[in-house]
């Protein structure tokens, strides 16, 4: 179901809870305000804006991606002041483009316009508020866009394992906002874990608002991949012309329930399908934005680097994204599939987790079908750089990441196998020998080929969870009763990275080092810890630390394995790719989907 009267943004004026800052919503710039969810009362001689990062409408982007002429902006006023309509360039220059002047102690309704024809390179639109002797209020602000849309139904994909009070909250939240649920056909959640969602106090009470929109499901642990391919497969049961677009969500993000209306709004107005994309605001540091739109560097097997002049962590209460940016994918904490996208495409591919939702923005780009990652449509997600990149989870990243590759760059094998040695000898030598061996068992199955995907994943997270237990290093120990060893501050950035690695390489091979280490969490970079017998290493959850020291035997067993297993990369990585390339079409068809689900 669509918004009614072509509704496709709202302006509130607070946050959803507490814990977020209400400047991305509004800035007193004068005087005093108070501010409610959905009003705003300014005190005498007062001037607020919505020049914020959700109080903004992104006209480039409507520009750009719509067919649409114009946006209206209604709202309820009383009181005395101006209310104007603000406009940026790609500069952030202002304007004003429309206005209305008020004087009433009567509410009272007023409507603003502008044209969508001045930001095909960027720009925003806002509301002013500013008052003289007399204060002004004003309620329930609504952004609409006249004319035609795709009108077909919605619903939100929620995969979820062992993160029950988390998804629990999320559910709680849109089922708080009467509007947006009434926009959606279902709320499907795909439950993988052992703790149950459905297990909590709260939960029958958000079954009971919901109501029959809610469709929870339990599934074996496919990964992200296989709960919201779940997602995906339940919503497109039926026939093609009656598939809805899907809102796949993660389960532990805090959310701003009008992203969603945006997000199904934009994507019904879009003169092509387009993959919709939200943003990340950061849980831990809400004000600032991950990143503004995001691209690969597949030779280096990387992901989430910055598209050009893309907003990268920055605090948004300082600065916004008036330059419109084009993303090649965008990650599933909060991204709509449109349903032209998954009748030619098909479903993600069953690789567990990490780079599915790249694989799957990615695949869309060559077919033709853009991802359109949007200012303002954002959700709080867990920090990345609060996240150790030394986990069982990387296995996956580096893995998927080669199929990927494989699959859709240009696959210069000589490149990423350069890069996998040095990556190899780069964990080695800050003796991250659990990694090394991580690494090493990912490039195996990499060149195992399709049968590496055959269960969705399940097999490989219990061997790489065992792999790395065998290595001390790869667990986060407590703070307290750790060695007491002497603080050592890094040197600058080497200037040559290829040429100090070499030269540790050398001193791990004839046991030279610096002595022993306490190293904080911001200066763990290999050619700094790799100066040292041991290290204690503080992990980046700041939960705990990890505790290195250097094994001439095991770096010596690990180096020869690696290097064989990289030696045989080169060789056969061509002959992999052809297969993962055959294979596509069968790995993401409904039918093996159907296999893994068990729902035959």
């Not at 994943?457 to 969870?465: L, M, P, S």
Request: contains cysteine; charged residues 25%; hydrophobic residues 40%.
């Amino acid at each position: 179901m669509m918004p009614e009267n072509g509704l496709v943004q709202r302006t509130f004026f607070a946050p959803p809870r507490d814990l977020e800052p209400g400047e991305l919503y509004y800035t007193a710039e004068r005087g005093v305000a108070v501010a409610e969810r959905r009003l705003i009362r300014v005190g005498p001689h007062g001037r607020v804006s919505t020049n914020t990062y959700f109080g903004r409408f992104p006209a480039a982007y409507w520009q750009r991606w719509t067919h649409a002429e114009q946006v209206f902006v209604t709202f309820e006023v009383h009181g005395g002041g101006l209310v104007r309509l603000m406009a940026s360039d790609t500069a952030g220059i202002q304007r004003a483009v429309d206005s209305v002047r008020v004087g009433t102690p009567e509410p009272r309704a007023c409507r603003l316009r502008a044209a969508l024809n001045q930001f095909a390179d960027g720009g925003a639109f806002w509301l002013e508020l500013s008052t003289g002797d007399v204060p002004l209020t004003v309620e329930d602000v609504r952004w609409t866009v006249p004319g035609p849309r795709r009108t077909r139904g919605a619903v939100v994909a929620i995969c979820t394992y062992n993160r029950a009070d988390d998804c629990l909250v999320t559910l709680r939240t849109l089922a708080g906002d009467a509007e947006c649920v009434a926009v959606l056909d279902a709320v499907y959640v795909v439950d993988q874990g052992a703790d149950p969602v459905c297990s909590r106090e709260g939960f029958a009470a958000v079954s009971d608002e919901l109501g029959p929109a809610l469709r929870y499901l339990r599934q074996q642990n496919l990964g992200g991949a296989g709960g919201f391919s779940r997602g995906l497969y339940e919503a497109t049961a039926g026939a093609p012309d009656r598939w809805p677009d899907v809102l796949l969500m993660d389960d532990d993000i805090a959310l701003e329930p009008d992203t969603v209306l945006r997000m199904i709004a934009f994507a019904a107005h879009t003169a092509t399908p387009a993959i919709v994309g939200g943003q990340m605001l950061q849980l831990l540091h809400p004000d600032r934005l991950h990143v503004g739109a995001e691209r690969t560097e597949l030779p280096r097997l990387r992901a989430g680097r910055p598209v050009p002049e893309a907003l990268h962590n920055a605090d948004l209460t300082e600065k916004n994204q008036d330059i419109r940016v084009d993303a090649e994918y965008n990650a599933w904490w909060s991204c709509l599939i449109p349903a032209e996208a998954l009748a030619k495409l098909g479903y993600p591919l069953p690789i567990f987790f990490q780079w599915d939702d790249i694989e799957y923005g990615l695949r869309a780009r060559a077919a033709g079908i853009p991802t359109v990652t949007m200012p303002g449509f954002g959700v709080w997600h867990a920090d990345f750089s609060w996240k150790d990149w030394d986990d069982w989870a990387r296995y996956f990243s580096l893995r998927n990441a080669l199929i990927v590759s494989a699959l859709h760059g240009e696959f210069d094998v000589r490149a990423t196998a350069r890069f996998l040695f040095a990556e190899l000898w780069r964990y080695l030598v800050s003796m991250r020998y659990g990694l090394a061996r991580t690494l090493i068992f990912a490039v195996e199955d990499f060149l195992r080929g399709p049968e590496c995907l055959a269960d969705g994943g399940a097999q490989a997270v219990a061997e790489v969870r065992k792999l790395r237990a065998e290595h001390r290093e790869t667990v986060v120990q407590p703070s307290c009763g750790a060695p007491v060893l002497p603080v050592r501050l890094p040197g600058p950035t080497p200037s040559k990275p290829g040429l100090v690695l070499l030269k540790r390489v050398l001193w791990h091979l004839v046991g030279r080092s610096s002595g022993d280490a306490t190293i904080a969490a911001r200066y763990n970079h290999w050619w700094h810890v790799s100066l040292f017998d041991t290290a204690v290493v503080t992990d980046p959850t700041q939960s705990g630390v990890r505790l290195r020291r250097r094994d001439q035997a095991q770096l010596r067993a690990i180096a020869y394995q690696g290097t064989r297993v990289v030696w045989r990369f080169a060789r056969e990585a061509r002959r992999a790719q052809s297969r993962y390339r055959h294979s596509l079409p069968e790995l993401t068809g409904r039918p093996n989907w159907t296999r893994l689900f068990d729902v035959g």
